[in-house]
């Protein structure tokens, strides 16, 4: 039987024909922003409800913001996809800036429309969500008001924003464009910094030093500039947080990811508690390689030569052949994103590093972005960026203001597809070698949310901290990095990356604050959830896509106890999960005995 062959380039036309030029996409950003003004200014006439009977006329309008935001979300997909296939792209540069107005203005929009409705009188609230268009709405809607509540005037809060597309989204955007232009020469070769980052996993340590040393150099060289777009926005935020009279920095966080301070805080009690093993593992494999203590630009290095290498075409196989085992429909929905062009895996020039997903709501599609280049690893990022497309496709039939689920439960899907074909890939291996790669691949996941993303959320909140009383300087940052690193890591590294927080994007991004706990709790959960799906097989199924549906209507809280049966505010919960990936460095370290 014949292979099949997938594209490996994405189909962006079905969308919009034409890239960055597109007159479809030039006449669809047009009318929107015309919507989106037209609602602004509707919403000057619109009262606060004052009886049950204007339940309907809020329905409409809610109506309304969904189908906006459907609008929005497509055109701004779109420019995400543009970006990142071609960095080059100047015009997709100049539609980023038109969106994030566009998304400005809606936001203060949809801001002025929450703030009027949570004015309502409790009685007259409740008796309006008994209404058939809004019964199914009540989680949001009640998330709304409780916001709204803790929140400035209208004014204050509109004005708020219509300043941060100058200053604080400014900021991300400069961050960007420092980035974009900075190079470096390693082995006698030109790289951007994303394509340097990529030799920190090279067979060759001499090439990993280098990278190592020359990207460290090149951050330097900038930091002073880094230092002020970190402070900058942090400072935005600290001083609107101020103004709303909000003194706890996760708090935001915290509500964005509709998780409690206890919850967090269990998490990375039971992780600070059961790093020793993983502590281990890097002390193994810094054997393995000749040395007491590995150093930074080894923790990605593989130790084995045996590395499975696949095509992409054999790489989707295994995928669609896993998922199967435990979701025929998963595997089914994939196998569809393959055949239709969904992904963009081209190893070639000019792509931004990274991966992800990024939804297109009017379409019902996703579009996947990695560079794919054979390796395991590579198998398991496309596994987890299908796991986040399945997401979406799970909550098609959702209500559109009902699919907006947060970070931490969003990474929960794409993990849970990672480790079907993680596991799979280790339990399938050919030699002894490979299966210690394979392993030790697993385990670099662990330890990048055990202890990297620790040290990252170790960083931001001293760093926040300290910028309440004023301007950190760079060299300062150095510091707070390289002691985040030292303590996450159990001191297990012998030397450090202290300019890890001018080059790492989450730090900079302005969509999310905290862009990093949310990581290690989707691993976590995932890893429960996974432990169910090995239990029940396929059988499984029904109740996953249960779990997913849910996701944007209750807080985790709530969704661990309701389809799991567990509390997540226990430190026991998070240690179950902790203990599957204990079992993978026992196995790593009998093999390598």
């Not at 919009?16 to 996409?25: A, D, I, T, V, Y």
């Not at 080059?88 to 203005?105: F, G, M, P, V």
């Not at 990474?411 to 392993?439: C, G, P, R, W, Y």
């Amino acid at each position: 039987m014949s292979q099949t062959t997938y594209p490996v380039v994405w189909d962006l036309d079905v969308f919009f024909k034409g890239g960055s030029e597109s007159p479809q996409l030039r006449q669809h950003l047009d009318e929107t922003k015309s919507r989106v003004r037209t609602f602004a200014n509707e919403l000057k006439s619109f009262d606060t409800p004052t009886s049950a009977s204007d339940a309907s006329v809020v329905a409409e309008k809610l109506e309304e913001v969904a189908d906006l935001l459907q609008h929005v979300s497509q055109a701004g997909a779109f420019v995400s996809c543009l970006e990142a296939q071609d960095m080059s792209d100047q015009k997709a540069s100049a539609l980023r800036s038109e969106i994030t107005e566009i998304n400005a203005l809606f936001g203060s929009s949809f801001n002025v429309l929450k703030q009027k409705l949570a004015k309502t009188e409790d009685q007259v609230w409740d008796t309006m969500l008994e209404h058939e268009n809004l019964s199914q709405l009540q989680f949001v809607l009640n998330e709304w008001r409780n916001q709204a509540k803790e929140q400035l005037s209208e004014d204050e809060e509109a004005l708020i924003s219509a300043l941060a597309v100058d200053g604080y989204h400014a900021w991300g955007q400069m961050y960007n464009t420092i980035v974009g232009r900075m190079t470096v020469k390693v082995n006698g070769e030109e790289l951007s910094v994303g394509q340097a980052n990529n030799l920190l996993s090279h067979e060759d340590p001499s090439i990993r030093k280098e990278a190592y040393e020359k990207l460290e150099a090149a951050w330097k060289e900038n930091d002073s500039l880094f230092a002020k777009t970190l402070n900058h926005l942090a400072g935005f935020r600290l001083s609107t947080y101020q103004k709303r009279g909000w003194n706890n920095v996760l708090k935001e966080p915290l509500e964005i990811n509709r998780m409690k301070q206890e919850t967090l805080d269990a998490m990375w009690g039971a992780i600070s508690k059961n790093k020793e093993p993983f502590v281990d593992f890097l002390y193994r494999k810094a054997k393995i390689l000749g040395k007491d203590k590995l150093e930074w630009y080894d923790l990605s290095a593989s130790t084995q030569t045996d590395k499975k290498k696949l095509s992409y075409d054999e790489g989707a196989e295994f995928i669609l052949k896993h998922f199967e085992q435990f979701s025929p429909k998963m595997a089914s929905f994939s196998k569809r994103a393959f055949e239709e062009a969904w992904i963009e895996a081209e190893d070639r020039p000019g792509k931004r590093p990274g991966g992800f997903c990024t939804g297109f709501p009017l379409s019902q599609q996703s579009r996947i972005f990695m560079t794919y280049s054979g390796s395991m690893s590579n198998v398991a990022t496309l596994a987890h960026e299908l796991g986040h497309a399945f997401h979406s496709f799970a909550l098609k039939d959702i209500h559109p203001l009902n699919r907006r689920y947060a970070m931490n439960v969003a990474e929960t899907a794409s993990t849970f597809a990672e480790m079907i074909v993680a596991d799979a890939s280790v339990k399938e291996a050919n030699s002894d070698e490979q299966k210690i790669a394979l392993l030790e691949d697993k385990l670099q996941r662990s330890v990048a949310f055990f202890m990297n993303i620790h040290s990252r959320f170790l960083f931001e909140t001293r760093f926040y901290e300290e910028r309440k009383n004023g301007f950190v300087p760079a060299s300062r940052l150095n510091e707070l990095t390289d002691q985040a690193q030292r303590e996450a890591y159990h001191d297990a590294v012998n030397s450090t990356s202290p300019s890890y927080w001018s080059n790492k994007l989450h730090f900079h991004i302005t969509g999310v604050p905290f862009y990093n706990f949310p990581y290690t709790f989707g691993y976590l959960f995932s890893l429960s959830i996974y432990a169910k799906a090995l239990e029940e097989g396929t059988n499984y199924e029904d109740q996953y896509m249960a779990l997913l549906r849910d996701t944007a209507v209750m807080s985790v809280e709530d969704l661990a106890m309701k389809h799991l049966g567990e509390d997540i505010t226990k430190e026991s919960f998070w240690e179950k999960g902790i203990e599957l990936c204990k079992n993978d460095v026992k196995e790593y370290l009998s093999l390598t005995e």
